[in-house]
Every structure is written in structure tokens, then in C-alpha cells.
């Protein structure tokens, strides 16, 4: 079955750029999405078909696809950017929606 | 301005039940694809049930079909789930979500706080 597979975390210091990779069989076919889940609280959509932004999201957040890999980049991290970040994409039959494991942002 | 709230959430036993709800307000309910994601402690999310706008067609993901049944109310805008044979390994947060688009477009862009269901002896 489709799968996407993310790093378990990725640390960063301030000010650095922090990329979060997510890979799967599905993504040259399907859209990718990501989430930031700060702790104890929802999942927020940061970034929708691959690397649209939606209203309200600061412009250090981008992303890109490329083949089977999506990767999130987060330019001038600040310390508010510590969260788990989660791709989510649709399987390759597009009936159903798939999520990877989550990677753990670290802002050192 | 849409809200989502989830409530329903216990802990059960191991082969128990247990109905979730999720109010929803601040959008045409009925016209919605909603889904269930969970989430167990310290893991990632997991898509596990929805059910399309509309025509009220539902999905489910492997884990939990034949087990969890979904289903929305229109006329009081909520959507339930219905979780039986409860394993431990279904002890999670579970979040309510509303989609948007379909298929390759599909994704979540409001979700509920969550409600915790815990499956322990």
C-alpha cells in the first residue's frame, strides 16, 4: 500500500532553514499537503497542492515536489516554529488520504 | 467562522463501544466531505473514516472497517462515528475534520480540538 515516509526529526537553529522531506510512491501523481501540530493542539494546513500557502501563513514557510519527494522548507526559523510538521497526501487510487509519520521540528 | 467540536471521548474496555460527535458550525454542513483522523499517543495522524457531501458515501481505512461506522446528521450539523470491537491499538485523540476537494486535491482545512478515547482493561 502507498506509504510516505518522513524523517522522525529534524533540528535547527534560529535563523537557519530547516527542510522536512516526505517521500512516497504516490507523490509524482498526487498532491502533497503539510500540517504543523504544536503540542496539544490541532493540526493547522500550512501548505495545500504541493506549495500553496494559505492566507495567513508567514512566506518562511514554502515548499516544492520533486519525483516521489516533497520537501517542506522553513527559511529564518524562529523558536515559534517548534512543532511536528505531517505530509499528507492521497493514495495513488485516490480514494484514500494518507498521512506520514510526523517529524519533530527542533529549533536549538 | 468555522467550528468544530468533538465530544464523546472515554475509556472503554477492550471489545467495548463508544459514539463520538462532532458539532459543527460557520459553514453549509451538508455540502461538506468530513472525515475522522486520529491520532495515538505520540504518533503521527491517521485518516480512519469519511463520508462525502451530498450523497452521504462512506469510506474507511482497513484498520477499521467493519468496526467504526460513520454517519451526519444534516439537520442538526453533526457528524458521529460509531466505534465497536475497540481494540487497544484504537486508543487515540480522535479529530473531527472537514475536507476539501476531492480526490488529488483532497485535504483538511479546519479540524476540532479533538476528544481522547482510551482502550485499556
Known amino acids: 500500500s502507498d506509504e510516505l515516509t518522513q524523517p522522525p526529526s529534524v533540528s535547527v537553529s534560529p535563523g537557519q532553514t530547516a527542510r522536512i522531506t516526505c517521500s512516497g510512491d504516490?507523490?509524482?501523481?498526487?498532491?502533497a499537503y503539510w500540517y504543523q501540530q504544536k503540542p496539544g493542539q490541532a493540526p493547522v494546513v500550512i501548505i495545500y497542492?504541493?506549495?500553496e500557502r494559505p492566507s495567513g501563513i508567514p512566506e518562511r514557510f514554502s515548499a516544492s515536489t520533486s519525483g516521489t519527494t516533497a520537501t517542506l522548507t522553513i527559511s529564518g526559523v524562529q523558536s515559534e516554529d517548534e512543532a511536528d510538521y505531517h505530509c499528507?497526501?492521497?493514495?495513488?487510487?485516490?480514494?484514500?488520504?494518507?498521512f506520514g509519520g510526523g517529524t519533530k521540528l527542533t529549533v536549538l | 467562522e468555522v467550528h468544530l467540536l468533538e465530544s464523546g471521548g472515554d475509556l472503554v474496555q477492550p471489545g467495548g463501544s463508544l459514539r463520538l460527535s462532532c458539532a459543527a458550525s460557520?459553514?453549509?454542513?451538508?455540502?461538506?466531505?468530513m472525515s475522522w483522523v486520529r491520532q495515538a499517543p505520540g504518533k503521527g495522524l491517521e485518516w480512519i473514516s469519511a463520508?462525502?457531501?451530498?450523497?452521504?458515501?462512506?469510506y474507511y481505512a482497513d484498520p477499521v472497517k467493519g468496526r467504526f461506522v460513520i454517519s451526519r446528521d444534516s439537520s442538526k450539523n453533526t457528524l458521529s462515528l460509531q466505534l465497536s470491537g475497540l481494540k487497544t491499538e484504537d486508543t487515540a485523540v480522535y479529530y473531527c475534520?472537514?475536507?476539501?476537494?476531492?480526490?488529488?486535491?483532497?485535504?483538511?482545512?479546519?479540524w476540532g480540538q479533538g476528544t481522547l478515547v482510551t482502550v485499556s482493561s
Open positions: 497542492r504541493d506549495s
Open positions: 475534520a472537514r475536507e476539501t476537494g476531492t480526490g488529488s486535491y483532497r485535504y483538511f482545512d479546519y
Open positions: 463520508i462525502s457531501g451530498g450523497v452521504d458515501n462512506t
Open positions: 460557520g459553514f453549509t454542513f451538508n455540502t461538506f466531505a
Open positions: 504516490a507523490l509524482p501523481t498526487q498532491y
Open positions: 499528507q497526501s492521497s493514495d495513488s487510487s485516490a480514494r484514500s488520504v494518507i
